[in-house]
């Protein structure tokens, strides 16, 4: 089962998708996608809770 050597977070799945910088794990690739953002130098994450409502992860899939 994969997991995260840092947070200890496991899933399920092919389609789900764990962001190795803020540690919350997506259903699918849209949504990890539309949590990052291009400002600075290597991005960053948007806040799940400030995320439109059609675009919030599910935290914690497969936890």
């Given at each position: 089962m994969p997991s995260c050597i840092v947070c200890a977070a496991t899933w399920t799945g092919t389609a789900p998708c764990h962001c190795t910088a803020c540690h919350v794990?997506?259903?699918?690739?849209?949504?990890?996608?539309?949590?990052?953002?291009?400002?600075?130098?290597?991005g960053g994450c948007l806040d799940p809770p400030?995320?439109?409502?059609?675009?919030?992860?599910?935290?914690?899939?497969?936890r």
């Open positions: 794990t997506f259903t699918v690739i849209e949504l990890f996608d539309a949590h990052r953002h291009g400002r600075g130098p290597h400030s995320s439109p409502p059609a675009r919030r992860p599910r935290v914690g899939v497969g």
